[in-house]
C-alpha cells in the first residue's frame, strides 16, 4: 500500500533555532518527492521538488534531503522565523500525475 | 500572473444536498486536480482533469466528480451530500506537460455539512 508518514506530528521551537522534520515512504513507483508549506486557511505553496537522482535541494532557509534507498526524506528549517509557522507537507508522486500525501508536521516557532 | 481563484470560499449545506465548486487555474495551464482536506486524512487525491479529460482518478465514490470546460476552468460536484464531506477543497493548477512540474494551489473552498 502507497504510504507517506510523516514525523514529528507537532513541533514548538524558539525563534532563531534549527529544525528537522522527516518524511519515510512506502510508494511504487516513485518519480519525485515534494514538500509544502501550508499556512493555517490557505494552500499549500510548493518549496522543494525532487527527483530519485537527487538528494539535496535548497530553497533560501529550507534545504530538503532525500535518501532514495531507505526511502526516507527530511526538510530542515535554518533560522526559523515566526512567519515558518505552518504546516509542511511531504507528497510523493507515484507517477501520472498520482500523488500521495503525507498527514504534516504542524510546526509552531515561538518569539 | 493571477493565482488559482476557487469560488465560493466557504459554503454551508445539510445532508442530502448537492454542491458544486469552481476553479480557475492560472492563465495557460491545462491541467486541474481537485484535493479534499481534512483533519483527520490530511490530503487526498480526488481527481485531475487535461485538456477536458479526466486523466487520473483517486479512491472517492462516484458522489465526487467534475469536469474540465474548454478554458481550463473546472467544476466539482459533490451529490447527496454527507456528514463526513465537510473538508477543504483545494483545486491546484499546473501545465500539464511534467510529473516534476509544479503545482499551483488556491485558497480552497471549506464547506460544513449539517
Known amino acids: 500500500k502507497n504510504q507517506v508518514e510523516q514525523s514529528p506530528q507537532s513541533l514548538i521551537i524558539l525563534e532563531g533555532k534549527n529544525c528537522t522534520l522527516q518524511c519515510n515512504y512506502t510508494v511504487s513507483p516513485f518519480s519525485n518527492l515534494r514538500w509544502y508549506k501550508q499556512d493555517t486557511g490557505r494552500g499549500p505553496v510548493s518549496l522543494t521538488i525532487?527527483?530519485?537522482?537527487?538528494n539535496t535541494k535548497s530553497n533560501g532557509r529550507y534545504t530538503a534531503t532525500l535518501d532514495a534507498d531507505t526511502k526516507q526524506s527530511s526538510l530542515h528549517i535554518t533560522a526559523s522565523q515566526l512567519s515558518d509557522s505552518a504546516s509542511y507537507i511531504c507528497v510523493v508522486n507515484a507517477g501520472t500525475y498520482k500523488y500521495i500525501f503525507g498527514t504534516g508536521t504542524r510546526l509552531k516557532v515561538l518569539a | 500572473k493571477a493565482g488559482v481563484t476557487q469560488t465560493p470560499r466557504y459554503l454551508i449545506k445539510t445532508r442530502g444536498q448537492q454542491v458544486t465548486l469552481s476553479c480557475s487555474p492560472i492563465?495557460?495551464?491545462?491541467?486541474v486536480s481537485w484535493y479534499q482536506q481534512t483533519p483527520g486524512q490530511g490530503l487526498q487525491f480526488l481527481f485531475e482533469y487535461f485538456s477536458e479529460t479526466q486523466r487520473n482518478k483517486g479512491n472517492f465514490p462516484g458522489r465526487f466528480s467534475g469536469r474540465q470546460f474548454s478554458n481550463s476552468r473546472s467544476e466539482m460536484n459533490v451529490s447527496t451530500l454527507e456528514l463526513g464531506d465537510s473538508a477543504l477543497y483545494l483545486c491546484a493548477s499546473s501545465s500539464g506537460t511534467s510529473s516534476q512540474e509544479t503545482q499551483y494551489f488556491g485558497p480552497g473552498t471549506r464547506l460544513l455539512v449539517l
Open positions: 525532487m527527483t530519485f537522482s537527487e
Open positions: 492563465s495557460g495551464h491545462r491541467s
